[in-house]
């Protein structure tokens, strides 16, 4: 008789898989609106939306078509790798885009999966398993964090480290905490210091900053006695920790970083050379290629990415970055245009 029950859920659940729900979906808003305003639907994430009537859940396609029954608690419809999470009585799982189960509502958290692999906890402690549910890493971690670069960052027994996808202990947890993997390299913490290690868990940077950033183009930010520079993936100091204040070399593309000694700001290339002199009250981000920079005159005037005054510093009221070729500034009570050679224009 059990068996015969199972048989019988099994055979609706399947009946329902297939279940279209009428309603029209419209692809620009990617809202489909029901004809039965019983269901509840919500916003639509590759094709894919949870669906959700009398508290049951399931997910349904932009067509209407039931993909998961709904038989949940909750789902979350975005679907990784082919799976995508559900929730029944308390406890979590994995069906595919065919509404199959895969992997059995039976993990008290989930995350989604990620190069082939999800991190599961049961009871109190993290694991990891592949895409056919089969365990990868015991569960004996007390968290499992993103994964970066083929690193997902791990903590037992207190202390933080990081599992390659070849399911090591890369790096051993001994680390008071651990960031994520940037060019190859993480932060990490002992006590009160900060240093970076690699994949392999060698220590490349040695734990002595006060701060530090993650790696962004072969450098990172540290910080000491609240004073930046620039180190390199060798741990060499390229630019001395000499500036009150350091942006991002990519935040522009410009291939330069703003930089502040003081009140007063510049830019200095990743050699550490000031091409722009730290000796004006603003300094924007450059864009198409020429940056803002304003003198404690109040005077405005825009640099290349070499430093030379493109054009000359003049009294606006109001200076703004430059899109599509014009800057919007402002004279006086007049609002106009400039040009990259800093005529006015409509």
Same mark, same amino acid.
């Given at each position: 008789?059990?068996?015969?029950?199972?048989?019988?859920?099994?055979?609706?659940?399947?009946?329902?898989?297939?279940?279209?729900?009428?309603?029209?979906?419209?692809?620009?808003?990617?809202?489909?609106?029901?004809?039965?305003?019983?269901?509840?639907?919500?916003? $639509?994430?590759? +094709?894919? /939306?949870? &669906?959700? *009537?009398?508290?049951?859940? !399931?997910? #349904? @396609? =932009?067509? %209407?078509?039931?993909?998961?029954?709904?038989?949940?608690?909750?789902?979350?419809?975005?679907?990784?790798?082919?799976?995508?999470?559900?929730?029944?009585?308390?406890?979590?799982?994995?069906?595919?885009?065919?509404?199959?189960?895969?992997?059995?509502?039976?993990?008290?958290?989930?995350?989604? $999966?990620?190069? +082939?692999? /999800?991190? &599961?906890? *049961?009871?109190?402690?993290? !694991?990891? #398993? @592949? =895409?056919? %549910?089969?365990?990868?890493?015991?569960?004996?971690?007390?968290?499992?964090?993103?994964?970066?670069?083929?690193?997902?960052?791990?903590?037992?027994?207190?202390?933080?480290?990081?599992?390659?996808?070849?399911?090591?202990?890369?790096?051993?947890?001994?680390?008071?905490?651990?960031?994520?993997?940037?060019?190859?390299?993480?932060?990490?913490?002992?006590?009160?210091?900060?240093?970076?290690?690699?994949?392999?868990?060698?220590?490349?940077?040695?734990?002595?900053?006060?701060?530090?950033?993650?790696?962004?183009?072969?450098?990172?930010?540290?910080?000491?006695?609240?004073?930046?520079?620039?180190?390199?993936?060798?741990?060499?100091?390229?630019?001395?920790?000499?500036?009150?204040?350091?942006?991002?070399?990519?935040?522009?593309?410009?291939?330069?970083?703003?930089?502040?000694?003081?009140?007063?700001?510049?830019?200095?290339?990743?050699?550490?050379?000031?091409?722009?002199?730290?000796?004006?009250?603003?300094?924007?981000?450059?864009?198409?290629?020429?940056?803002?920079?304003?003198?404690?005159?109040?005077?405005?005037?825009?640099?290349?990415?070499?430093?030379?005054?493109?054009?000359?510093?003049?009294?606006?009221?109001?200076?703004?970055?430059?899109?599509?070729?014009?800057?919007?500034?402002?004279?006086?009570?007049?609002?106009?245009?400039?040009?990259?050679?800093?005529?006015?224009?409509?």
């Amino acid at each position: 008789m059990r068996h015969l029950l199972i048989l019988c859920l099994f055979l609706s659940n399947c009946l329902l898989a297939q279940t279209k729900i009428a309603g029209t979906y419209d692809t620009k808003t990617k809202k489909f609106t029901p004809e039965d305003k019983t269901y509840y639907i919500q916003y $639509f994430f590759k +094709g894919y /939306a949870s &669906v959700s *009537k009398d508290k049951a859940s !399931g997910i #349904i @396609d =932009s067509t %209407g078509t039931i993909v998961a029954p709904l038989i949940y608690d909750s789902t979350v419809a975005s679907f990784t790798e082919n799976r995508a999470l559900v929730k029944k009585e308390n406890l979590y799982g994995f069906v595919d885009k065919s509404g199959k189960e895969i992997i059995p509502c039976m993990y008290n958290e989930a995350k989604g $999966f990620s190069e +082939g692999y /999800a991190w &599961v906890k *049961k009871e109190e402690k993290w !694991g990891r #398993i @592949d =895409s056919s %549910g089969k365990e990868n890493i015991p569960f004996i971690y007390e968290t499992a964090g993103f994964t970066s670069e083929g690193m997902t960052r791990v903590q037992k027994d207190g202390k933080f480290g990081a599992i390659n996808q070849k399911g090591q202990e890369a790096v051993p947890c001994i680390y008071d905490e651990i960031g994520f993997f940037k060019d190859g390299l993480a932060v990490a913490t002992k006590g009160q210091k900060r240093g970076y290690v690699d994949k392999t868990g060698k220590t490349v940077v040695p734990f002595i900053y006060e701060l530090a950033d993650d790696f962004k183009g072969g450098v990172a930010i540290v910080r000491n006695n609240n004073k930046c520079g620039l180190v390199d993936k060798t741990g060499k100091v390229i630019v001395p920790l000499i500036y009150d204040g350091m942006g991002s070399f990519d935040s522009d593309q410009s291939g330069l970083a703003r930089v502040q000694i003081g009140n007063k700001w510049g830019f200095i290339n990743k050699k550490g050379k000031e091409v722009v002199p730290c000796i004006y009250i603003k300094a924007n981000f450059f864009s198409e290629g020429l940056a803002l920079i304003v003198t404690d005159k109040g005077e405005s005037g825009y640099v290349d990415t070499t430093g030379k005054l493109i054009i000359p510093f003049t009294k606006y009221t109001r200076a703004e970055n430059f899109r599509n070729g014009k800057a919007e500034v402002r004279k006086g009570n007049d609002i106009f245009f400039i040009n990259k050679q800093g005529q006015p224009v409509n």
